[in-house]
């Protein structure tokens, strides 16, 4: 298979461009010797799709299976077997022993070219910092705003481990659709730049910060920055849990380098799935899809909580779940009364759910409430008895205390009317005759 640079195509039987560069011969676009000739169509795919020209892939020797040029000497290159080995379980590179791989592999060139070990390890130390713990002038690994290894671009060798550390990085990022991130840091390859201090520099600057926002306020609120592979994880379970409930696009749309700022409060809050569902699921089941008073109830006894708002106040992670749980709870007992022709008040509904009172028992209990209580009432009136009232019957309805002393009156003032009917009532057989267990 050959490639066509002026159509950009591979194609099979087709010689090799005039621009590739044979074993040996020094590429002008990098000054460096080419050291193979592997070539990864696929690999050389994926650099073509990130900016890459294809002259300027040829130029350079093509890319091998590793995702390096082919002009990168050796000791600038991890195999397949040393890349797995640096690759993180969170998706991410070990800088650090990406470093001391590379750092190794250089000593080993100056040592077979005929340079003592200690010397060759003193020279490499001097310019990067032994294995990336410090240097007499090098920056180290992960160190930040430090001095940088050397003065000028450097050797051959540190070049092509400079634009090694870029490569690896940026290939990762484009995993991610975020390669533009990485983009900005190539200036650093003729920098005198320790390479495993590239992914530092990355983490500072702006365009990264603003992607990866929510971690500077998990950071700040005592909790550990998460990875990009994490990050950006987290955003696509968000994301799945949001669609499959319906939750219009307005709370998930992707901006510039698919931030999604909806999300990094909850990132920020650390928020799980699984909570994000349970939210969700609280907000749309027991009160957006419920009967139309539990809203009504909600909005009166917590006046801050818009109808329009409900699922932005659910999702907000400042709002403990337990106590948004606890408002619905006391809406849906509320809603119960408000159901039956009954008043209801925030702090009753409050307390009848500290009692246990759930949304099913309301239910049941204001409607047996609801039956009896006005003629309760008048009959209260009528014999000049303690007004039986609604928070009597629900002494009695939902076991509260004072229960017996409510029943009581209710028995009694029944007693006086059938009493003056010759043993007729007008609610004996009505729901004010019958005894608890959900009814009257």
């Known amino acids: 298979m050959g490639y066509d640079p002026t159509t950009g195509m591979y194609t099979p039987d087709k010689p090799k461009g005039p621009t590739q560069r044979a074993v040996g011969e020094i590429a002008p676009e990098s000054g460096l010797a080419v050291t193979g000739t592997e070539r990864n169509f696929a690999k050389e795919e994926e650099a073509r799709k990130i900016g890459y020209s294809a002259e300027y892939i040829l130029s350079r020797g093509g890319i091998n299976a590793q995702g390096y040029f082919n002009d990168t000497p050796l000791s600038g290159q991890l195999t397949a077997a040393e890349q797995k080995q640096v690759r993180l379980p969170n998706g991410n590179t070990d800088t650090a022993a990406m470093a001391k791989i590379l750092q190794q592999k250089q000593i080993a060139k100056l040592v077979s070219e005929g340079m003592s070990e200690s010397d060759a390890t003193a020279r490499v130390s001097k310019e990067y910092g032994q294995y990336g713990i410090g240097g007499s002038s090098g920056s180290g690994v992960g160190g930040a705003g430090g001095a940088s290894g050397s003065a000028g671009a450097g050797t051959p060798e540190q070049i092509a481990a400079r634009q090694s550390a870029f490569d690896l990085l940026k290939l990762q990022f484009d995993e991610y659709g975020l390669g533009a991130l990485v983009e900005p840091l190539r200036g650093l390859i003729q920098e005198g730049v320790s390479p495993s201090e590239f992914a530092v520099r990355l983490r500072q600057t702006d365009p990264y910060k603003k992607r990866f926002a929510a971690n500077a306020a998990r950071i700040s609120s005592g909790l550990r920055a998460l990875s990009e592979a994490e990050y950006i994880r987290l955003e696509d379970d968000y994301q799945n849990v949001m669609r499959n409930y319906g939750l219009p696009a307005s709370y998930y749309t992707k901006g510039e380098m698919g931030r ?181």
């Open 260 to 440: 999604q700022e909806g999300f990094e409060k909850l990132i920020a809050g650390d928020v799980s799935m699984t909570e994000l569902e349970d939210r969700i699921m609280t907000a749309q089941n027991r009160v957006i899809n419920a009967a139309p008073e539990v809203m009504t109830a909600l909005k009166q006894f917590y006046p801050d909580i818009k109808n329009s708002e409900i699922l932005a106040y659910t999702l907000d992670p400042t709002q403990g779940l337990a106590d948004i749980k606890k408002k619905v709870l006391a809406a849906e007992i509320g809603g119960a009364a408000i159901g039956a022709g009954l008043g209801a008040a925030a702090t009753r509904a409050e307390e009848l759910a500290r009692y246990g009172v759930t949304a099913e028992s309301a239910r049941q209990g204001y409607d047996a409430i609801g039956g009896g209580l006005e003629r309760g009432r008048q009959l209260s009136s009528i014999y000049q008895q303690p007004d039986y009232n609604q928070a009597v019957a629900e002494q009695e309805i939902f076991n509260l205390p004072g229960q017996t002393q409510a029943g009581e009156k209710r028995k009694k003032i029944i007693g006086l009317e059938k009493a003056t009917f010759g043993g007729q009532t007008g609610v004996s057989s009505g729901a004010l005759s019958q005894n608890r267990a959900g009814s009257y």
